[in-house]
């Protein structure tokens, strides 16, 4: 007997994640009731994941829901917010159990990390698709946005851009990499990704402005930039690149990689020069995993430095509407 829609939300999604006191209810009804923080302001982000456009056909289940939540906390963790619920739409060519299955392990574990409860949503028939929309909050006015920057200040990212980019090319057969250690891993950085909500959270009061790097370094720098209404200047040697990228691709596509791939859901924030020795005393870089990579300007536009001089740098990141796309 087929699996009916209700029977599928019962089965795979009711209690899906982390058990919270504030829902008062959840999944099972038209809509869910939820309990909001006094004195602290809603934050609420939405993705959608489509197959073939932003993971390969034939991507494991569990890589899907898990991502389909992963670049959501993300969002949250650029607004230095807490998660607390989401809601999701999964769209379905068919009702495959052990696919819904992997898809809401996948989903149910990294919600359960983040302590995130699953409290609704819809199913429908089509083309594979899962949309997230995730709810949280932060303290009232101190949330972190893409133009609290200023020219001068200094910017930095967390983790190691350009790895996921190298597992997405590896996933499609569109790289060859001799070294299997290296593999398994940038594979791993694209299927399951790590949001950075803990620094987001502890940047607040450090960082001025922030963004989350999902569509190409560069690119998003220059976003967080035009925001900041000021311009931005990225040291090409100076960006932080895994071993397994260098052993996979060599340190010119690594650059590349880095700079132009999208995938990666690390933090790219900027700090006030009076911040900045508080922010590595207390939130040591090597603890948590961030790098200097460049500064603020007042000319406006993103360019891109080496030993003191503009280098020439023609991709600008992922656009889902730009031409030839």
Request: glycine content about 12%; charged content about 20%; aromatic content about 6%.
């Amino acid at each position: 007997m087929p699996l009916g829609e209700f029977a599928l939300i019962d089965r795979f999604f009711r209690g899906c994640g982390a058990p919270r006191p504030d829902v008062t209810l959840g999944v099972g009804d038209d809509a869910a009731l939820l309990e909001c923080p006094a004195g602290r302001q809603l934050v609420a982000a939405i993705d959608t994941l489509v197959e073939g456009t932003h993971f390969p056909p034939g991507c494991p289940a569990a890589s899907v829901g898990h991502r389909a939540l992963a670049v959501n906390l993300s969002d949250l963790a650029a607004m230095g917010a807490e998660p607390a619920w989401a809601l999701l739409a999964l769209t379905l060519p068919r009702a495959e159990e052990r696919w819904l299955e992997e898809f809401s392990r996948g989903l149910a574990a990294l919600a359960r990390e983040f302590g995130v409860a699953l409290v609704g949503g819809d199913t429908t028939r089509g083309p594979l698709c899962a949309t997230v929309q995730i709810l949280g909050s932060v303290e009232r006015g101190t949330a972190l946005t893409r133009s609290g920057g200023a020219a001068g200040e200094a910017l930095y990212v967390s983790g190691t851009p350009g790895d996921a980019a190298a597992g997405l090319k590896l996933e499609q057969a569109r790289l060859a990499v001799a070294d299997a250690r290296a593999a398994r891993y940038l594979r791993e950085r694209f299927l399951f990704p790590s949001p950075r909500v803990a620094l987001g959270r502890r940047l607040r009061g450090y960082a001025s402005a922030c963004i989350d790097v999902s569509d190409g370094l560069l690119g998003d720098a220059g976003k967080l930039a035009r925001a900041s209404g000021c311009g931005v200047a990225l040291d090409y040697e100076a960006l932080p690149l895994s071993q397994s990228l260098l052993n996979a691709v060599g340190p010119e596509l690594a650059r590349e990689l880095a700079l132009a791939g999208g995938d990666d859901y690390e933090l790219l924030f900027s700090v006030p020069s009076a911040r900045a020795a508080a922010l590595l005393g207390e939130l040591p870089a090597q603890e948590w995993g961030y790098t200097r990579i460049g500064s603020l300007r007042r000319e406006p536009g993103a360019v891109l430095m080496r030993d003191g001089s503009v280098i020439d740098f023609s991709h600008c990141g992922f656009d889902h509407f730009a031409s030839g796309r």
